[in-house]
């Protein structure tokens, strides 16, 4: 064999047995998890007068996080504030910090943060993204315990929970609050720092749990599902047209009867169920979205792409949509 045959046989072995270091895997479904609000807080601490101690929460938010267990640096998460949803607990300071002078919730509604990388660290992990404010994106490291693992709760759902801390300085997002900013008594009267300490978890249903989603026949999911159940497929989407045609059913019914359905292995069943979701709300991002999902628990991830893609087109604002395109 001569030197260049030899060669290329060489760095053929190479390729085939060793991936090319820092290549991520492929994302499986199991691993992404919807952040559950219920269980989960992003609150927030800013000195006033140099000793007192001002607390707030955004009430809502969505997300999803991605989490490789095997792997800890495939580990993601993207996340969206409501920015309107800000509580100190006091009328006046929420409506001023709604207004032009600090957020501007009419003009800004979101609040955006999006990893791009993790690293193990000796108390946990060091997570380092990109967090939008006013407009403004500025990178920031989130400082993170140990994350849970993949644990099961009392219903057998899956959930893996993320805490941890960072610090960003509002100015540098323009969130400037210039009436309260000046210096009273040789003192900043409201600091620029600002102290952010979360807990995110996690969560994806499992069949024994969300079984309580279509157990009431009484509402849209519950009927449909039970008509599939009892006597098909054909029957339960004649029972759905029905209701579409009495406007007496939303985009949730067929995406709840979907994933039920998807839980059960009754993958043909599914689908049909998830496309006539979609033909049925075409104007509607979350079809797409539950659409991506069932083809990327099927592992087509060209479908599953193709779905995502067509759920943001409709609502570039959608988070799961984005945090799963970036894996695919």
Not at 27 to 33: L, S, T, V
Not at 72 to 97: A, C, G, Y
Not at 243 to 269: C, F, H, I, N, R
Request: charged fraction near 25%; charge should be neutral; glycine fraction near 6%.
């Amino acid at each position: 064999m001569d030197r260049m045959k030899f060669t290329i046989v060489v760095l053929t072995l190479i390729t085939v047995a060793f991936p090319i270091l820092g290549q991520t895997t492929q994302a499986r479904f199991g691993e992404f998890f919807p952040i559950e609000r219920s269980h989960s807080y992003i609150e927030f601490s800013v000195k006033y007068m140099g000793f007192a101690k001002v607390k707030g929460r955004f009430a809502q938010f969505s997300g999803l996080i991605r989490y490789d267990e095997k792997n800890i640096s495939n580990t993601s998460v993207s996340l969206q504030i409501q920015t309107e949803s800000i509580n100190t607990d006091l009328e006046f300071r929420d409506k001023d910090l709604k207004s032009e002078n600090w957020l501007d919730a009419a003009k800004y509604p979101l609040i955006v943060f999006t990893s791009k990388s993790v690293q193990k660290k000796s108390q946990g992990l060091s997570i380092t993204g990109d967090l939008t404010i006013k407009g403004v994106t500025k990178e920031v490291v989130l400082h993170m315990a140990q994350p849970s693992g993949v644990l099961k709760d009392a219903r057998a759902d899956l959930q893996v929970i993320f805490t941890g801390t960072t610090s960003i300085d509002r100015t540098h997002f323009g969130v400037e609050g210039k009436n309260w900013s000046g210096v009273r008594e040789g003192i900043t009267a409201v600091e620029n720092e600002v102290l952010i300490e979360f807990s995110m978890l996690g969560k994806r249903l499992q069949k024994a749990n969300f079984t309580n989603w279509v157990r009431n026949v009484n509402n849209p999911p519950g009927k449909i599902y039970e008509t599939i159940s009892t006597q098909g497929v054909t029957k339960g989407l004649e029972e759905f047209k029905a209701m579409l045609s009495q406007s007496a059913v939303k985009v949730p019914a067929l995406a709840t009867v979907g994933y039920m359905l998807t839980l059960e292995e009754k993958y043909e069943d599914a689908k049909l169920v998830l496309e006539a979701n979609a033909e049925a709300f075409p104007d509607s991002p979350e079809v797409y979205l539950s659409l991506g999902e069932f083809y990327l628990q099927q592992n087509n991830r060209a479908k599953a792409k193709s779905n995502f893609q067509e759920a943001l087109k409709r609502d570039g604002n959608n988070v799961s949509a984005t945090e799963y395109l970036r894996h695919l």
